[in-house]
């Protein structure tokens, strides 16, 4: 059975950093795109970064770009996402996914597996 399991998420001070993680069982990573995606209280889920297979495009929406930096170990089945200088409106649910086309994409339709999430919370 497939698993995406999440973890890292914390109340944190503005400015502060983060590092969230991501590791999956029941297939192997480093065949697929995964991505980081978040969702705050009565709004829609939102792209947040991406990386593809081999580690070599990375994709940011506007928002986090500069900020935070995604990344992958496919040794470890496990992809990361390291956030720095948070916000307030960093304030969601994240969520880890696993794409299994070949093209890059920013929908969350595009991707198949998804975890279960984890709370970061950025205070002032």
């Known amino acids: 059975q497939i698993q995406l399991v999440e973890t890292g998420g914390e109340l944190v001070q503005a400015g502060g950093s983060l590092r969230l993680s991501c590791t999956a069982s029941?297939?192997?990573?480093?065949?697929?795109?995964m991505a980081w995606f978040r969702q705050a209280p009565g709004k829609e889920r939102e792209f947040v970064a991406t990386?593809?297979?081999?580690?070599?495009?990375?994709d940011y929406t506007d928002t986090v770009e500069d900020r935070f930096t995604i990344s992958r170990d496919n040794n470890k089945n496990t992809t990361h996402l390291q956030m720095d200088s948070l916000k307030l409106e960093d304030t969601a649910v994240y969520y880890c996914?696993?794409?299994?086309?070949?093209?890059?994409?920013?929908?969350?339709?595009?991707?198949?597996?998804w975890g279960q999430g984890t709370q970061v919370t950025v205070s002032s």
């Open positions: 996914a696993v794409r299994l086309g070949v093209v890059n994409t920013r929908g969350a339709a595009g991707y198949d597996y």
């Open positions: 029941g297939l192997i990573v480093s065949n697929y795109w």
């Open positions: 990386i593809n297979w081999r580690g070599t495009i990375t």
